[in-house]
């Protein structure tokens, strides 16, 4: 039971890395395959039929492109507002909003 739960491990582990390794031989196999970027367009890819990766159909499942912000630079204008509202300037703090907790003297 147990070399037959050892055979299962080697060969599930050989079946997931299978892709891998066929990938990995296809670097040094001379050729190259572009990747397609034209999604919204209708379109025919001719077949490479020399290729052992033809079944295998690699898009990125994601494409990151980062974004360019131009550097902002603020202008400093020097004017002066004129504002109706005086009740800002005009504030006065009453005592207790500085209170704190009371404190012991001794």
Do not use: W
Not at 48 to 57: F, V
Request: aromatic content about 16%; hydrophobic content about 40%.
């Amino acid at each position: 039971m147990k070399q037959l739960k050892h055979l299962f491990l080697i060969f599930g582990a050989f079946l997931v890395l299978m892709p891998g390794l066929v990938s990995f031989s296809h670097i040094f196999s001379g050729h190259e395959h572009h990747l397609c970027h034209h999604y919204a367009k209708k379109h025919f890819h001719a077949k490479d039929l020399d290729c052992d990766l033809y079944k295998y159909h690699s898009n990125p499942a994601l494409e990151i492109s980062f974004l360019e912000f131009p550097v902002f630079i603020p202008k400093i204008t020097r004017e002066i507002t004129v504002t109706p509202y005086e009740f800002l300037e005009d504030h006065e703090p009453l005592c207790y909003d500085l209170r704190g907790p009371p404190a012991r003297f001794t």
